[in-house]
């Protein structure tokens, strides 16, 4: 069984990663690989993140890289083996924090939740952080069709929204694509003309983003990390518009899959050490929140309601496998993307999916069904710098190996 389809939508965004299943990926790759630009950017920005990922930890941990590695893997395997236990205590400590926690069987439902809750508050506008698991449920699409404006405010996500444009990269959203690019799209939906260097395409986005936390009272956001022991929802985000998100809009709702606990704050703390130096080489995110409960009295900011949504869709399939299980310590740090040959030879659009490189090409199959994308565990080349480069030494290419011993098992 399969999860559902988000809602029809004209976006051309949602037929680049909802496509058609089964999902031949040929055309893409075909396109991909003759398209020089593409292929450079991607390879050329896939290249200085390894290179300043291996850098940062060796700087950092010494010898000690693999033993860190390894015991966050462990710490991700042992939640993953007592999930019911740590999601129960996360779900009670969020409750006395004064948090509504619900739980979603799949895509659909998880939707339907954000819109009721959006429609009982009576919201007309919505900020939204950058998540990969509200892209998995076509949330945007959902809140746009029950009439709630809503405008994504990474910059990467922003542009692509403007441009019609879909995510390649887990972490850098906009990765296949140019500053002048992102110049185009400002110019083409905001009617604003600039340059196209950084600095003036960030101050374009700042001044509507701005208006956008201003005039918005809901907030949408993923979850990095989901902590038992204190109900804390945690994002860990560079450009500060998570915490805006999280503390300008009267109503916050955390969409997490439900993969993401960890037992405490100390276990938090030792995979923080190594999502940032993973992800970006940066010894942490610059903004790093840490979110228990709604606005109390006598504060002056955050959200009056706060709401979790914790989702399976297909996530309790996977841990009952013990073949893929695994596959569910992912911490979303797009470590293995830049080390992949193929995904810097076709980036992630070739993917057809929301999770691209080695980590999309198993747990897509596995969340949305083998047979819906049959191609996408033979886009390896089983060189196994995904594990290696992984910081909870997940071993993909394993999991490769057994996708494509199943396949052969159905004929």
């Known amino acids: 069984m399969t999860a559902p389809l988000p809602p029809p939508s004209p976006r051309r965004a949602r037929e680049i990663l909802f496509p058609i299943v089964p999902y031949q990926a040929a055309p893409r790759i075909a396109a991909a690989l003759a398209d020089e630009r593409l292929r450079a950017a991607v390879a050329s920005a896939t290249t200085l993140k390894d290179r300043t990922r291996v850098e940062t930890l060796a700087r950092t941990f010494g010898p000690e890289v693999d033993a860190r590695r390894e015991a966050a893997g462990r710490l991700r395997r042992h939640v993953l083996d007592h999930l019911d236990h740590y999601l129960a205590r996360f779900a009670a400590a969020a409750t006395a924090n004064g948090t509504t926690v619900h739980v979603a069987r799949d895509a659909a439902e998880a939707r339907e939740i954000v819109v009721r809750i959006a429609r009982e508050a009576g919201v007309t506008r919505c900020v939204k952080a950058k998540s990969m698991v509200t892209e998995e449920i076509a949330l945007l699409d959902a809140l746009v069709a029950a009439g709630v404006d809503t405008v994504e405010t990474d910059l990467g996500e922003y542009v692509l929204q403007l441009a019609d444009d879909a995510p390649s ?156 299980r695994e596959a569910l310590a992912c911490i979303r740090c797009g470590a293995c993307l830049n080390a992949c040959p193929v995904y810097r030879a076709v980036g992630g659009h070739a993917y057809g999916s929301v999770y691209p490189g080695p980590i999309g090409a198993v747990v897509t199959p596995l969340l949305r069904g083998l047979d819906a994308y049959p191609d996408l565990p033979h886009l390896t080349t089983l060189c196994g710098a995904c594990q290696a480069a992984c910081p909870v030494d997940i071993d993909l290419p394993r999991m490769l190996v057994a996708l494509k011993e199943e396949q052969r098992a159905r004929g």
């Open 169 to 324: 990269h887990i972490v850098t959203p906009m990765i296949h694509k140019s500053r002048h690019d992102a110049a185009a799209a400002f110019s083409a939906a905001l009617g604003v003309e600039a340059p196209p260097e950084p600095e003036a395409l960030t101050r374009v986005a700042r001044a509507s983003l701005r208006e956008a936390f201003r005039r918005a009272d809901l907030g949408v956001t993923g979850a990095n990390f989901l902590v038992a022991d204190t109900g804390t929802v945690v994002l860990c985000t560079n450009e500060g518009n998570g915490r805006l998100t999280t503390t300008t809009p009267r109503v916050h709702v955390a969409v997490a899959g439900i993969e993401k606990v960890v037992p405490d704050l100390p276990a938090l703390a030792s995979l923080l050490e190594l999502l940032a130096r993973s992800s970006t080489g940066q010894p942490l995110t610059v903004y790093t929140s840490l979110l228990t409960g709604p606005r109390r009295a006598g504060e002056l900011d955050g959200p009056a309601e706060s709401h979790v949504v914790l989702l399976d869709n297909g996530r309790t399939r996977i841990l009952a496998d013990p073949r893929f």
